[in-house]
Each structure stands twice: as structure tokens, then as C-alpha cells.
């Protein structure tokens, strides 16, 4: 955008020129139009706000988006084109709608005083708690915060919540604190996304260097970390909204239970940029599917379901669909409202407290290259068909090596362990391969998928 505006409304709808004069044409309408609105259609600015962020998803409400350009600046305007000012503006005057005070987030009142933002019974934000509480533990990408009821709330905050090195740090500073504090933890937070996965841009940095140890020592920490949250001597319960793609559905996998927002859009995308899922979510699959029992008895069915699923980078549309497909299991719970969301998330980790027992590892009995051949034969059928390219076949057969056991045998017991190793080494190869390397680009530069 020209000019310095940024995510100043007050300079945009300043900007000189046809953005500027476009911006406050819809701004200014909009904005005016729904402080009219005042004591028509709601008795306050909070509920006007919560209707458009609930009812129509916007981020800001418009009495927020009034505090991000100044409501002077908006009377000013008005009136400056012979329009009428709405009461509530030149009752607010250079006051802001919204203010922080004791902690207490507060609102304009119609009458011209503020009062405290009310919440619902069932609703816990952790933007309030944030108001009156500073962090246990926290990172440059992850915190850990007290949530009250004897449960912690670990907070991703990167762009998009990609996943890190410092966060994998935090997952592990955290896990001692909690044992030792606290019943349960809630991984939770309130951005857009829960997490669209590992951070490929800082992976590419290193790939680019040559710096292989350091990749590879990023997969097993990942690897690490994931297995700490499930064997942790407490429960562990995630509340995605969003996205939950990649290690972000990874962590969904590794919790004792989901609490999802209905519109969770959850998978494991990695073979579309021509990676392996790397942090334990194929043997989480495997072993959710084994255990379901309702696939016909043998290691392919299983073995079958998980590697449609994976090899194409099946998405689940819903908090629903994510069940279909077993990334969500059939007792986690479902989320209609967001604001809802860490209350219920709070709710089941704490009805999972007494009696808790982490989960016993898995072993598995694997197809093995019998399974391996039969899956790249119908990988194979699909690229003459036109529907998968000479690349796909070669990150399939990587995928296909992974949940056959690699040298296992069907009669041979494979650990969790060897799995992961077997993942990590799969991870390794696609990371180093010139193709991987130009998908991941191709994705980080567009955002579409680049089919090679």
C-alpha cells in the first residue's frame, strides 16, 4: 500500500488519491452507520461488536476498528462533509470506546461512562487473563499462562503459529512446571489459526546452508517433545480452531483429548510439499486406527486408510470430518462458540484429572515390502492416470516405508521408536531432495502447491 499507513486507519482514510478516498467511502459508511445503530439495534457498542465478529467473522468489531482511526477523527470527518455525528461519537469524543483499566477491559456506555466488558457464563478469553497476568513461562514464540482452576495454557504466537525451535523449547520448560503446579494442560490459543504447521521458511534457511545436523536435530526435538505432551504425568488437552495443519494437527494427535471449535480444519499436509510428516503423527494414525476396530482385521486395511489419507493430504473440513478421519476421536468434544472454547477445553482436562494415567506406548505389526509394493501399485495406477506426478511417486514410497516398518516383517513387532526413526529418516531424504526443496519454495512464494 502506498504512502506509511500501514495498519493506520487514520492515515489510510487520509491517503491521498483513489485508496484513500476508496477506504473512507466504505469506512466511513460502515462505521457511521453502526454507531447510528446504538440503542436501536443493541444497547451498547459490545454487542454490535460481538455480532459482527461472531455473526459475519470479522477480526475487529466496528467500534474497535473506530478505536484503531481515532472516533474524533471519524466525527471530525463527518462533520467536516455536512454529515450527521452520530450521538455516541460526540459522546465519546477523543475518548476511546474501549479502555484497560485494573486489569479490567471496559467500554463506553451510551450515557458517556465506562463500564466492564461483561462475559457470559461458559466464556474465558485469554485476552483478559492476559490483562491482569503476565506469563509463567515465554518465548519469542510460545507462552505458558496460568488459566486458573489448576490448569496452564500453552500459547503459540508466531506468524500463522507455525511451529519452532522455540516452541519445542517451551513444550519442554513447560512440561516440569506443570507436573509441578498444575493438573492438566490446554494447548490453546485465540489467533485466527491454531497452527498451519513447522515453520518452513526457518527449515529452508537451514536446508539452504547445508546445515543437515541442525535439520535433523530440529525433526528429533519435535519428535522428543511431541512424546513428553503424551507421556506426561498429567492430561493434556488441545483446542484448535482454524487451521491445524501439519505439526499442528501432529499436537493434536499426541493429546489425551481434543476440545475442537467446529470450524477446525485439520490434516497432514507434508507430502504436498514433498516432505514426510516428521513428529510422530504416522504412527499416532496408525495406532488410531488399529484401535478403533472398525476396519476389516490384517495390518492393510489400517495401513490403507492412513496412507490415502497422508499421501494425498487429506483435509478435514470440520471438527466433524476431523472425526470421520480419526484425528479427532469419538469422545472429543465439539465447540460451537469460539469464545467457549478454552472454558471447555479447561472443563475436559480437568474431567480427565483423577485417576489420570499416561497412555502405554504402542507396538505395531507391519506390512512390511509385501505392503510396501501393494501401495505403490496403486500409487502407480493413479500417476497413469494422470492424477499423480513422477514425484509424488517417489515422496509415496518414502511415506509407504515409514507405515510398512521399512526392513520389518509382518511377523516382527516394530516400537514406537523405530518408527519415529524410520519417520526421521524418511523426513531427511525428502528434505535434501532438489524437488522437496522447490516445492516447499514454490509454496512459501504463492501459497499453491507446485506439482512436479
Known amino acids: 500500500m502506498p504512502g506509511k499507513t500501514g495498519k493506520d486507519l487514520a492515515a489510510l482514510i487520509a491517503e491521498p488519491g483513489k485508496i484513500g ?9 460502515t462505521l457511521s452507520y453502526a454507531a447510528m445503530l ?4 443493541a444497547d451498547d457498542i459490545v454487542a454490535i461488536d460481538d455480532a459482527m465478529k461472531l455473526g459475519y467473522n470479522w477480526k475487529y ?3 474497535e476498528l473506530i478505536d484503531r482511526m481515532g472516533p474524533g477523527v471519524l466525527a ?5 462533509e455536512g454529515r450527521d455525528v452520530p450521538a455516541i461519537l460526540t459522546t465519546a469524543g477523543d475518548r476511546p470506546f474501549y479502555r484497560v483499566e ?13 463500564a466492564d466488558v461483561p462475559r457470559a457464563d461458559g466464556v474465558e478469553l485469554l485476552e483478559d487473563i492476559k490483562l491482569r497476568s503476565q506469563p509463567i513461562l515465554t518465548n519469542l514464540s510460545a507462552s505458558l499462562w496460568d488459566v486458573g482452576d489448576g490448569v496452564a495454557a500453552l500459547e503459540f504466537h508466531t506468524k500463522m503459529n507455525a511451529l519452532d525451535d522455540q516452541v519445542v523449547a517451551l513444550i519442554n520448560e513447560a512440561i516440569p512446571v506443570v507436573r509441578e503446579r498444575f493438573k492438566a494442560l490446554v494447548v490453546y490459543n485465540e489467533a485466527s489459526n491454531f497452527s498451519a504447521g513447522a515453520n518452513l521458511g526457518a527449515a529452508m534457511f537451514a536446508v539452504g546452508a547445508g546445515l543437515w545436523d541442525m535439520v535433523e536435530a530440529s525433526v528429533s526435538g519435535g519428535q522428543q517433545a511431541y512424546k513428553a505432551l503424551k507421556y506426561a504425568p498429567f492430561p493434556v488437552v488441545s483446542a484448535p480452531a482454524g487451521l491445524a495443519l501439519g505439526g499442528g494437527c501432529e499436537i493434536l494427535l499426541h493429546s489425551d483429548a481434543v476440545q475442537a471449535h467446529a470450524e477446525t480444519y485439520a490434516g497432514l499436509v507434508e507430502c504436498g510439499v514433498g516432505l514426510v510428516p516428521g513428529w510422530g503423527g504416522n504412527g499416532e494414525m496408525l495406532d488410531r486406527w488399529t484401535k478403533s476396530r472398525t476396519l476389516p482385521n490384517g495390518p492393510m486395511p489400517v495401513l490403507t486408510k492412513v496412507f490415502q489419507a497422508v499421501s494425498t493430504a487429506q483435509v478435514a473440513k470440520s471438527a466433524a470430518e476431523a472425526k470421520e478421519m480419526m484425528i479427532l476421536r469419538k469422545a472429543d468434544g465439539i465447540t460451537m462458540n469460539r469464545d467457549r472454547l478454552l472454558a471447555d477445553a479447561k472443563a475436559k482436562a480437568l ?14 505389526r507391519l506390512a512390511g515390502a509385501s505392503g510396501r509394493t501393494g501401495l505403490n501399485m496403486a500409487v502407480a495406477d493413479f500417476h497413469k492416470k494422470g492424477m499423480a506426478t513422477d514425484y509424488d511417486l517417489v515422496v509415496a514410497d518414502r511415506l509407504a516405508e515409514v507405515l510398512t516398518g521399512g526392513e520389518a ?26 524437488r522437496t526443496q522447490a516445492r516447499v519454495v514454490h509454496m512459501l512464494q504463492t501459497g499453491k502447491p507446485l506439482r512436479n
Not at 38 to 41: C, D, F, H, S
Open 351 to 364: 474431567s480427565l484429572v483423577d485417576g489420570y494415567v499416561a497412555p502405554e506406548k504402542p507396538t505395531f
Open 21 to 29: 478516498t476508496y477506504a473512507w467511502t466504505i469506512l466511513g459508511n
Open 61 to 63: 468489531g466496528p467500534f
Open 76 to 80: 471530525a470527518r463527518l462533520a467536516a
Open 409 to 434: 516383517d509382518l511377523v516382527d513387532t516394530v516400537t514406537e521408536d523405530q518408527l519415529l526413526d524410520l519417520e526421521r529418516a524418511a523426513f531427511m531424504a525428502s528434505v535434501k531432495d532438489p
Open 38 to 41: 446504538v440503542g436501536e439495534a
Open 102 to 114: 485494573n486489569g479490567q477491559r471496559q467500554y463506553l456506555t451510551a450515557g458517556g461512562e465506562y
